[in-house]
Nanobody
Framework: VQLQASGGGVVQAGDSARLSCTGSGGLTLSSYYMGWFRQVPGKEREFVAAIIWNDGSADYADSVKGRFTISRDNAKNTMYLQMNSLEADDTAVYYC??????????????????WGQGTLVTVSS
């Protein structure tokens, strides 16, 4: 049972990138409240966005609102994070995470039960 994040890399400021998070080993993402977090070395893990799978309603951190879009594809058991207008401050390791209570929002990393391995996004200016 695991989550796997992918899609990171090096991009220029102002460019876009899309991250993916796929469940495997029997982990069906629709059973969880799914989110994205990011972390910079020396800092705490930071909430980015999350989605209620059933109705697609999303929650965003103020720092990414209007630039990032979280979405899901039930058939592919995959969650996405579309990141537009990337800035140098968006440079971080991005993690996807799942919370057992699919209808209850949370921005706290401690509330999430499953984590992907992280994918590094580097935005060069």
């Amino acid at each position: 049972v695991q989550l796997q994040a992918s899609g990171g890399g090096v991009v220029q400021a102002g460019d876009s990138a899309r991250l993916s998070c796929t469940g495997s080993g029997g982990l069906t993402l629709s059973s969880y409240y799914m989110g994205w977090f990011r972390q910079v070395p020396g800092k705490e893990r930071e909430f980015v966005a999350a989605i209620i799978w059933n109705d697609g309603s999303a929650d965003y951190a103020d720092s990414v609102k209007g630039r990032f879009t979280i979405s899901r594809d039930n058939a592919k058991n995959t969650m996405y994070l579309q990141m537009n207008s990337l800035e140098a401050d968006d440079t971080a390791v991005y993690y996807c995470a799942g919370r057992i209570w699919p209808e209850y929002r949370s921005r706290l990393s401690d509330d999430y039960d499953y984590w992907g391995q992280g994918t590094l996004v580097t935005v060069s200016s």
